[in-house]
């Protein structure tokens, strides 16, 4: 369902994907990992078609992201870590909006977004009365949640889609994501949060500056690495070690007291 084949992005003169090569069969989530800078969310954006590769191509179920973004954004649904949403329309009338441009007739969006607010706990009344603006940061991250998910499509971007959500709509949305993988979406999950990962995702693929350094199910990769977790294989394979090393060096320069020593 996707398809990255030696897939790169140059800004400048730097390399934020280098060659990077994934296939994601339907029904799959993977957990993309990396540090800070890996190389994630360019590689979404380019999924997405939104961001133009220097090279290599993406296929979305099928379809190529340059030569065919219509359907490819017909194809997928995305949650980005940020952005802007149309601050002074209501949620209900942004998610009314999202519908329209995916083609969805009226009546039908609303049954739709009734379904979803019903699930994340958000009632009609407060859909409609406040506008974006004025949303809780949690209310917000439910709403692009939802706004992402209305055209039911088969692939699924999500890049820390947890941020914000209190404990019971992580819960659920973890459960949701499960319960849409078995009905055969592909999900592409990008986290720091590298327990849900574990606990979620089929596959795991770490990035690091730009380049694909681990791809394997997280018991496979546990295994293959002394039964260690998941955190300490990243740390390993990123330069975590190095580090965590600098900031106990660094810790050492403050005294008990608070006052650093000269
Ligand atoms: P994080 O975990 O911090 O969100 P990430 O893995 O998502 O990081 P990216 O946002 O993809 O990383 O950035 C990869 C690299 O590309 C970074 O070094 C970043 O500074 C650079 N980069 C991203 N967008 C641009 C841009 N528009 N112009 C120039 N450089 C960029």
């Given at each position: 369902?996707?398809?990255?084949?030696?897939?790169?992005?140059?800004?400048?003169?730097q390399?934020?994907?280098?060659?990077?090569?994934?296939?994601?069969?339907?029904?799959?989530?993977?957990?993309?990992?990396?540090?800070?800078?890996?190389?994630?969310?360019?590689?979404?954006?380019?999924?997405?078609?939104?961001?133009?590769?220097?090279?290599?191509?993406?296929?979305?179920?099928?379809?190529?992201?340059?030569?065919?973004?219509?359907?490819?954004?017909?194809?997928?649904?995305?949650?980005?870590e940020?952005?802007?949403?149309?601050e002074?329309?209501?949620?209900?009338?942004?998610?009314?909006?999202v519908?329209?441009?995916?083609?969805?007739?009226?009546?039908?969006?609303?049954?739709r977004?009734?379904?979803?607010?019903?699930?994340?706990?958000?009632?009609?009344?407060?859909?409609?009365?406040?506008?974006?603006?004025a949303?809780?940061?949690?209310?917000?991250?439910?709403?692009?949640?939802?706004?992402?998910?209305?055209?039911n499509?088969?692939?699924?971007?999500?890049?820390?889609?947890l941020?914000?959500?209190?404990?019971?709509?992580?819960?659920?949305?973890?459960?949701?994501?499960?319960?849409?993988?078995?009905?055969?979406?592909?999900?592409?999950?990008?986290?720091?949060?590298?327990?849900?990962?574990?606990?979620?995702?089929?596959?795991?693929?770490?990035i690091?500056?730009?380049?694909?350094?681990?791809?394997?199910?997280?018991a496979?990769?546990?295994?293959?690495?002394?039964?260690?977790?998941?955190?300490?294989?990243?740390?390993k394979?990123?330069?975590?070690?190095?580090l965590?090393?600098?900031?106990?060096?660094?810790?050492?320069?403050?005294?008990?007291?608070?006052?650093?020593q000269?």
């Open positions: 369902m996707i398809k990255l084949t030696d897939l790169t992005k140059v800004y400048g003169a390399t934020a994907v280098d060659h990077l090569s994934l296939e994601i069969p339907a029904g799959q989530i993977v957990g993309l990992l990396g540090p800070n800078g890996a190389g994630k969310s360019t590689t979404l954006k380019m999924i997405t078609g939104m961001l133009r590769p220097t090279s290599g191509t993406v296929q979305v179920a099928g379809y190529d992201a340059t030569t065919h973004l219509m359907e490819v954004k017909r194809s997928l649904g995305f949650v980005p940020s952005g802007a949403l149309y002074s329309l209501t949620g209900l009338e942004y998610l009314r909006m519908a329209a441009l995916y083609g969805i007739e009226a009546e039908q969006a609303d049954v977004i009734q379904e979803f607010i019903q699930f994340f706990d958000i009632t009609w009344q407060a859909l409609g009365e406040k506008i974006l603006a949303y809780s940061k949690g209310m917000r991250r439910k709403i692009v949640i939802i706004a992402a998910l209305l055209h499509p088969p692939v699924l971007l999500f890049d820390e889609p941020d914000g959500l209190d404990v019971n709509a992580a819960m659920g949305f973890k459960t949701l994501i499960q319960t849409l993988a078995k009905q055969g979406r592909t999900i592409v999950y990008s986290s720091h949060i590298l327990d849900v990962v574990e606990k979620v995702c089929h596959r795991v693929v770490i690091h500056q730009g380049r694909l350094v681990l791809d394997g199910a997280p496979e990769v546990s295994a293959q690495h002394g039964g260690q977790s998941l955190e300490a294989v990243f740390s394979l990123t330069g975590g070690d190095v965590r090393e600098k900031a106990e060096n660094f810790a050492r320069t403050f005294t008990p007291g608070g006052t650093e000269p």
